[in-house]
């Protein structure tokens, strides 16, 4: 790391082979950007071709799912800070005005990650409230403390605040449906706090206390997940609101204006894609002319004997399949050209 600017290290260094140099991981704190939450890039210095370090790490490679990328642009993620900011405003206003005492809620942090590392994250017990997003019919997910909802309720009844902090205490009906008028009112604002994103109407369904036995979304699907400081009166819990990303990310990217690039990055773009779709054109594919597939039984296998005939069920006046890594591009009659055997194509299958 000769030249480079003086860089803090995290924990000891680590000593390599006689010979080797000291390695250490390192981490450049950039701080929070104007837009964005802070971020933290965390490198870890190269030891050299051989090393023990090296073979011992037993770091393997992982698939990366171009589908799900779990990274939040930074114009994205800036439009969901800005309207989960606007909900913690109307959020605090409503327990204001609801528990007639003084209420806070602010935004701490806006992750987007995979649900069941979502879950694990979670206290148990806790109260997930269970609501279904009336536009889409997924599954939303409000966690709070049960002990900052027994709280909730005392105010509500003209009680000082005192609550029930007991280990493992759940709600009862009656105090449910007190605290399910509470966050309806509350979610109700989620439209006009997302005006400007996507129409989103919530209906809160049921509460849960174990987050390992609900399954809200597929456990490895990506889901947004805003976390709240709420503060009533001289009490502060953490909430958290989880969202499928799919829906958001979604009316983000269809909300974008125009294309924002410039003239030379487009003329990039279009002779990089001409350039592609070249070089896909020269890719060798193997391809495959077969009759109907048919189906036999294991016994038939297992007896096979030189001299055996399989009747097949292709009558001989159909067309046979033309099949591209197992799917079928075309119908072809089977001939011959020369001393070859050859097929025709007659038809070609619609691909969408």
């Known amino acids: 790391m000769e030249g480079a600017a003086p860089l803090r290290t995290l924990g000891r260094p680590t000593r390599g082979r006689r010979g080797e140099k000291f390695s250490h991981r390192v981490a450049h704190n950039l701080g929070a950007p104007a837009d964005g939450l802070p971020v933290t890039v965390q490198e870890t210095a190269r030891p050299r071709r051989g090393s023990t370090s090296s073979k011992r790490s ?13 990274t939040l642009a930074r114009e994205h993620a800036r439009l969901l800070e800005m309207a989960f900011e606007r909900f913690a405003r109307q959020w605090g206003t409503q327990m204001t005005a609801r528990l007639r005492v003084l209420s806070n809620v602010t935004l701490d942090q806006l992750i987007l990650l995979p649900y069941d590392e979502y879950v694990s994250t979670l206290p148990t017990p806790t109260a997930m409230v269970l609501c279904t997003v009336e536009q889409t019919r997924q599954t939303a997910v409000l966690q709070l403390p049960v002990g900052a909802a027994m709280v909730w309720i005392d105010y509500l009844f003209g009680g000082a605040g005192r609550g029930d902090d007991r280990e493992g205490r ?14 309806q009112h509350t979610l109700g604002d989620l439209g006009y706090a997302f005006a400007t994103v996507t129409p989103i109407d919530v209906s809160v369904k049921s509460v849960q206390y174990n987050p390992q036995f609900v399954q809200a979304v597929p456990a490895g699907d990506a889901v947004l ?59 060798p594919v193997p391809v495959a002319v077969r009759f109907t597939p048919i189906t036999v039984h294991p016994r038939d296998v ?43 194509v007659v038809t070609v299958e619609e691909i969408h």
Do not use: N, W
Request: glycine share 6%.
């Open 58 to 70: 037993g770091a393997e490679p992982e698939l990366y799912d171009f589908r799900r990328p779990l």
């Open 170 to 183: 759940e709600l009862t009906e009656i105090e449910f449906t007190l605290v399910k008028d509470l966050l």
């Open 225 to 283: 997940v805003a976390q709240f400081t709420v503060r009533t009166a001289e009490r502060e819990d953490t909430a958290t609101f989880m969202l499928p990303a799919d829906m958001l990310l979604t009316a983000v990217r269809a909300s974008e204006g125009g294309d924002g690039r410039s003239e030379e990055d487009r003329r990039a773009a279009l002779a990089a894609q001409i350039d592609l779709e070249k070089a896909v054109q020269e890719v």
């Open 302 to 344: 297992v007896d096979l004997q030189v001299g055996d005939v399989l009747p097949l069920s292709h009558p001989s006046s159909r067309p046979l399949e033309v099949v591209v890594d197992g799917v079928v591009l075309a119908r072809a009659a089977a001939g011959s050209h020369g001393s070859r055997l050859a097929c025709q």
